[in-house]
């Protein structure tokens, strides 16, 4: 029984081995690339930076494997954004209550959002009449009782001429959490002869920021002369210059006019051939000659795209220049304390988990702030990296018959004691007397 206990050691240490030596392994030694990050001051404060493609093309396309230090090795917590434009509007469920007037000037409702409301920041209100201008004043409460002015002097109007029309009912505030919410529409003192009466009230939550893109020239690449649905066509294979995100192309082309059928698809794998946007490219006589701006239908994570434009009997298009763009991938990082720079930020461990950073879940995706933007160096090799071991059974290929052998030799000693016990105890009971009174 020794002899098994000592060959099962040997097999529990022989899978704890890489183990060992992972967790031996410092939190960098993972990462294989780095580039330096310099911020201005480097003081306490809250900086960003805008990823460069030559870390997107070596990262995970989540970007979950990006990892910010100092140069103590203290890791720094970050917020990712992508800065795609936002205009963007959501209603919260409201329930009217204590409707009532004011005097005889004004009107006034009130609604409750209920007790997890979320945040809102804008209402629109519908009164009756046509051509007026009417001042309005909104009021937020937690409890019904005590209420906070969240808008004062704010207009509304409604005016129509000449089967045309323009008007405003929405008034806007700061975003709230506040449950309750008071309204109270004013009378137009030159349009309106009686006291307005609000008809209903819109609680939203609306957004809306302007993007970041990063945009970069690519080389015009040759063409080729195809056949695209049994009509002439040429083709362009456009390359990226790393695997990147892209949503948008910006061609210009020296002809003055012309109107062609085009689509593009990423090309990576010739095997898979994904189909990105189609449309149609098109310049008339007498336009000012500006680059056509191509937006694709859903962002790409891709190094080669392909265009095919559909000529049929009309000369091939001069390409003279291609831009590439994507919204901008924005890390966002505070310093609580002055460092010394630069900062490293490390990437390109493609089995890295997310860090999911309090940080990030503090600040608000559509922060008010402006960060100090920080400057980025180029790609640099980690002089610490280390791989991660590759399993036991792929550095040590016979390891696994050496283990199959030595659980067939455990377990074939295992079966003969096992059968040396059961004999022994079976010739015991047949050298036993037999008692009086039993029966041979």
């Excluded at 097999?11 to 960098?28: C, E, F, H």
């Excluded at 204590?98 to 409301?117: K, P, Y």
């Excluded at 000693?413 to 041979?440: C, F, M, W, Y």
Aim: include cysteine; charged fraction near 25%; proline fraction near 6%.
């Amino acid at each position: 029984m020794k002899k098994l206990g000592l060959v099962l050691f040997v097999i529990a240490g022989a899978s704890l081995a890489p183990i060992i030596l992972s967790i031996a392994q410092t939190s960098v030694s993972l990462w294989p690339f780095f580039v330096r990050v310099t911020s201005r001051a480097g003081a306490p404060g809250t900086y960003d930076l805008l990823v460069p493609l030559q870390v997107l093309d070596k990262s995970r396309e989540d970007l979950a494997d990006l990892r910010l230090y100092d140069m103590n090795g203290r890791e720094i917590p970050y917020a990712l954004r992508i800065r795609r434009e936002v205009d963007e509007k959501h209603e919260v469920g409201a329930r009217v209550f204590n409707q009532a007037s004011v005097g005889t000037t004004a009107s006034e409702m009130s609604v409750d959002l209920g007790e997890n409301a979320g945040e809102h920041n804008a209402v629109e209100i519908a009164t009756n009449g046509t051509n007026f201008r009417r001042r309005v004043n909104l009021e937020g409460s937690d409890s019904g009782k005590e209420w906070s002015t969240l808008a004062a002097g704010e207009l509304i109007f409604s005016f129509a001429s000449q089967n045309k029309a323009v008007d405003s009912s929405r008034v806007t505030y700061p975003t709230s959490r506040y449950r309750y919410l008071r309204v109270r529409v004013f009378a137009d003192e030159l349009a309106d002869k009686q006291m307005p009466l609000i008809t209903g009230i819109k609680v939203i939550m609306a957004v809306r920021e302007k993007g970041e893109l990063t945009n970069w020239i690519v080389p015009v690449p040759s063409y080729q002369y195809i056949r695209n649905q049994g009509a002439p066509a040429s083709s362009w294979t456009i390359d990226l210059g790393a695997r990147v995100p892209c949503d948008r192309l910006a061609l210009d082309f020296a002809d003055e006019s012309f109107s062609r059928p085009f689509q593009i698809e990423a090309v990576d794998d010739a095997q898979n051939v994904r189909w990105v946007t189609s449309g149609e490219l098109t310049r008339r006589v007498g336009e000012p000659r500006k680059p056509l701006a191509i937006a694709f239908d859903r962002e790409e994570h891709a190094r080669k795209l392909r265009l095919v434009v559909t000529d049929y009997s009309n000369q091939m298009l001069s390409i003279s220049s291609i831009q590439a763009g994507a919204p901008a991938r924005q890390l966002v990082f505070e310093l609580k304390e002055p460092v010394s720079q630069p900062l490293r930020l490390f990437f390109g461990n493609l089995k890295a988990t997310a860090p999911h950073y309090d940080f990030e879940k503090n600040l608000p995706a559509r922060s008010s702030l402006t960060p100090i933007r920080s400057e980025v160096g180029a790609v640099t090799n980690n002089p610490n990296y280390k791989p991660e071991p590759l399993p036991l059974t792929e550095r040590v290929p016979w390891l696994i018959y050496v283990v199959l052998a030595a659980s067939s030799i455990a377990l074939a000693i295992i079966l003969i004691s096992l059968a040396r016990t059961a004999l022994g105890t079976h010739g015991q009971k047949a050298d036993e007397p037999n008692t009086p009174g039993s029966t041979v």
